[in-house]
């Protein structure tokens, strides 16, 4: 523990029990689902700069900054989706199946469920593969996620309109078995046809849920991609960060080796810094909570705590796998003189019992002058409730916060922690859920992931065994892709060098 840093503000999150831590004229808005979502009401976005300036400050958490090819892509991008946003010709005679030769083609990103994390990770992977594929980028967001994040592609818009959402039909089994390319293909393996007529479809729904199935699965080959160039509509509908396996397919492999030349692990935090921008109402949250209680602090430290069934996870080892992980093994905060009488844990961790401990107890000898403080933002009234706007604000205003910290404590499965540290590009320390144990905590506590990036949690499975395999074999150079430290079937992009 530096004995120079005198401040040290503590950030503390759960997503159960606690948390700390010349403009042109549109045709008409009358679509769309807010009247502030339309271009013509666009206003500035106050966070699109401010991140930019507090990511400058704070240049030396981030392994990389973003490749020059990516940002001319980016920029290409941008004038591709103004020429072809619902508010253009081209999108009105496309959505009417006229003139499908012309240069539109849509993915329409619709949510597998309504929680605020797993939406961004898996439209961070739809962005990426609307850039691979030329594609526009349009989004069939449910109420509830409405006004969180600024428009990212400036004088345009990546809302689909009202009248053309594919939300509901998109949850329904007869919508999946008529359109989805999943069905398309078990058809086809059934009739044994020698051709496939995905690329005659003028619409196809991708199912990349967590429970998708075999024939679902076959979107990850570069022969399906082939199939799917000429298709002008895809609807697709995931809540998993599956941007990693594009990596293994050969037909994407040369473009991303340019878009991430050197460093495989801010994917996602270059990404996300572009599209997630807070609205003015979440960053005004965002940023007077920075100034009260963290700007002051030499280093802010994140902890984010997704308690899981107390019957599983006994209460009375829940504080102290906390405290093993963040003063023993990570060394993050500093050990506090025991007091002289033993006491029992009865109850959950709770903000007010670590707050306490850190404001009433001294400093452990040889841990230096530090003073520690303990901070809980807005989301601490219990479990997410995901289906309501106001919570999901909430939601983005804490992740935004962690992601501000300059280190990271996360539960493992989470993706709430998934985001704040990919947004952050820190490597966070993952918790180890106790576990069953009565007697002791699970040895160890806690272990630092060796990339900030995202874990694929439920993946296809194809090539990835072989990847792995050729990588630990030094046979070669090979696409980065290494376990998730918190999920075993997992995988994750990273720089681990052959």
Not at 161 to 176: C, K, L, M, N, V
Not at 270 to 299: C, M, T, V
């Amino acid at each position: 523990m530096d004995p120079t840093r005198a401040v040290a503000a503590m950030a503390v999150a759960s997503l159960l029990l606690i948390i700390i831590g010349s403009r042109r004229t549109p045709r008409s808005c009358r679509n769309f689902p807010l009247e502030q979502s339309c271009p013509s009401s666009e206003q500035t976005c106050v966070s699109r700069e401010k991140l930019q300036s507090f990511s400058s400050r704070n240049s030396n958490r981030h392994k990389s900054p973003p490749s020059p090819y990516l940002l001319s892509q980016l920029q290409e991008y941008e004038q591709h989706h103004k020429r072809c946003d619902p508010l253009s010709k081209p999108f009105d005679r496309t959505s009417k199946n006229e003139d499908l030769a012309q240069d539109c083609r849509y993915i329409v990103f619709t949510p597998g469920n309504d929680e605020l994390a797993t939406t961004m990770l898996s439209l961070s992977s739809s962005f990426l593969y609307a850039l691979l594929t030329d594609r526009v980028l349009l989004i069939d967001f449910d109420p509830s996620m409405l006004g969180l994040f600024c428009e990212p592609f400036r004088k345009s818009t990546w809302l689909l309109p009202g009248e053309f959402t594919f939300r509901d039909r998109a949850s329904s089994a007869e919508f999946r078995q008529v359109f989805s390319l999943g069905n398309l293909m078990r058809k086809q393996n059934q009739k044994q046809d020698q051709k496939l007529q995905a690329d005659t479809a003028s619409l196809l729904f991708l199912y990349l849920s967590m429970d998708y199935d075999d024939y679902d699965k076959l979107f990850y080959r570069d022969e399906t991609q082939e199939l799917l160039k000429n298709v002008p509509w895809l609807v697709l509908r995931s809540e998993q960060y599956f941007l990693p396996y594009f990596f293994l397919l050969p037909c994407f492999r040369t473009e991303l080796d340019k878009l991430f030349p050197d460093d495989k692990e801010t994917v996602f935090h270059h990404l996300g810094r572009y599209l997630f921008n807070p609205s003015n109402q979440a960053w005004g949250a965002i940023a007077r909570f920075y100034d009260d209680y963290l700007a002051k602090a030499e280093q802010r430290v994140g902890l984010e705590i997704k308690v899981g069934n107390p019957y599983e996870t006994p209460p009375s080892l829940m504080l102290p796998h906390i405290l093993k992980c963040i003063q023993e093994e990570s060394k993050i905060l500093p050990r506090l003189q025991q007091n002289n009488t033993t006491t029992r844990t009865t109850i959950l961790p709770s903000f007010r019992k670590l707050k306490n401990m850190y404001s009433t107890r001294p400093i452990a000898d040889g841990e230096g002058s530090v003073s520690v403080r303990v901070y809980r933002t807005s989301s601490h009234e219990g479990m997410q409730e995901s289906d309501r706007n106001y919570h999901n604000m909430k939601a983005l205003v804490d992740v935004y916060l962690l992601s501000m910290c300059d280190v990271l404590v996360i539960s493992p499965f989470s993706t709430f922690g998934y985001v704040a540290s990919g947004l952050a590009g820190l490597n966070p320390w993952f918790l180890k859920n106790p576990g069953d144990y009565e007697t002791k905590p699970l040895e160890p506590a806690c272990r630092r992931a060796v990339s900030p990036e995202p874990c694929f949690l439920f993946h296809p499975g194809e090539y990835v065994p072989n990847a792995v395999h050729h990588c630990r074999g030094r046979l070669g150079p090979v696409p980065v892709i290494l376990y998730c430290e918190d999920f075993v079937f997992g995988f994750k992009l990273g720089n681990l060098k052959c």
